[in-house]
């Protein structure tokens, strides 16, 4: 949500200034610096509920117009004007049999999951989250201040490296969408399930997603694995691989030649470089 923030400040002319946690990636700092905006880099001890701690602290300190991503019905409703319909008018001639996504501030869930609940109420839609941060599972409400921010961490949250995904407590959007009872079934995600399938995406599909979309991915998979024969599944990869070049998705990947790219440069004469 942040790059799309910073991109929509650009177009208009307003100043944005972005909190994020520093076990973000730098290429997300990059391309909303590039975008215009200025980013806060906040110490990662703090997670997800120091980064808003700081936004509201700059916000009331210079009077400047706070987000609420996190607890803005905007959020969701823009999801429900607009990513639930495309998703139900792409499948309008076709089975609509489960929906698959993850979370990050709930937005999508709630939004997109209300509208095809509403027009295809047969399709099963399923909620994933990261096993290492599996808050929805444990049962255990986010305490809230009075606007609907955190008070503070969630207890069965730790760290997983899914970006994007699970701040360490449960927005307020999504659980507006959770008490409506909006999905059919939860998934948890194993540690390094989104990197790998990610990995195997971009090497065997040709699709360059990032570990979210590696995550989704994953979910969409062990649900075919369960779903009648035939069943039509949809999975929205909403992430690009290149916010991850500095991350372990391409912890594998060298920028230099290995063996046998050498190998196969020298098997002509000219223009080898070699090591």
């Known amino acids: 949500m942040s790059p799309a923030l910073a991109m929509m400040c650009a177009q208009r002319g307003y100043p944005c200034v972005i909190t994020m946690a520093e076990s973000f990636s730098i290429e ?16 990662k001890a703090g997670k997800g509920t120091g980064m808003v701690e700081k936004a509201k602290e700059l916000a009331e300190k210079h009077g400047w117009f706070l987000a609420h991503q996190f607890e803005s019905d905007a959020n969701w409703k823009f999801h429900y004007d607009t990513t639930g319909p495309e998703i139900v008018n792409d499948m309008k001639d076709e089975r609509l049999d489960y929906w698959v996504t993850g979370y990050g501030t709930g937005g999508t869930f709630h939004g997109a999951a209300k509208y095809i609940k509403e027009k295809r109420p047969t399709t099963k839609v399923i909620l994933a989250e990261p096993g290492a941060a599996a ?17 503070g961490s969630h207890p069965a949250f730790s760290a997983h490296p899914i ?33 790998t ?10 699709i360059l997603t990032g570990i979210s979309g590696g995550a989704t991915m994953w979910a969409a998979v ?3 694995k369960k779903a009648p024969e035939g069943s039509v599944i949809v999975a929205m990869l909403a992430d690009t691989g290149e916010r991850y070049l ?7 990947v060298k920028g230099e030649m290995n063996d046998e790219e050498l190998e196969i440069s020298r098997t002509t004469p000219s223009w080898v470089l070699e090591p």
Not at 28 to 42: D, S
Request: charged share 20%; aromatic share 4%.
């Open 135 to 151: 808050m929805l599972s444990s049962g255990i409400k986010t305490a809230r201040n009075d606007d609907g921010t955190p008070v």
């Open 163 to 195: 970006q994007g995904w699970a701040p360490d407590f449960i927005p307020l959007v999504l659980e507006k969408g959770l008490n409506q009872s909006l999905y059919d079934d939860l998934i948890q995600i194993p540690s390094d399930a989104g990197i």
């Open 222 to 224: 062990e649900t075919a």
């Open 197 to 206: 399938m990610a990995q195997s995406l971009a090497k065997n599909e040709g």
């Open 28 to 43: 997300r700092r990059k391309i909303m610096r590039m975008l215009g905006a200025k980013v806060i880099v906040t110490p």
């Open 246 to 252: 500095t991350t372990a998705l391409f912890a594998g």
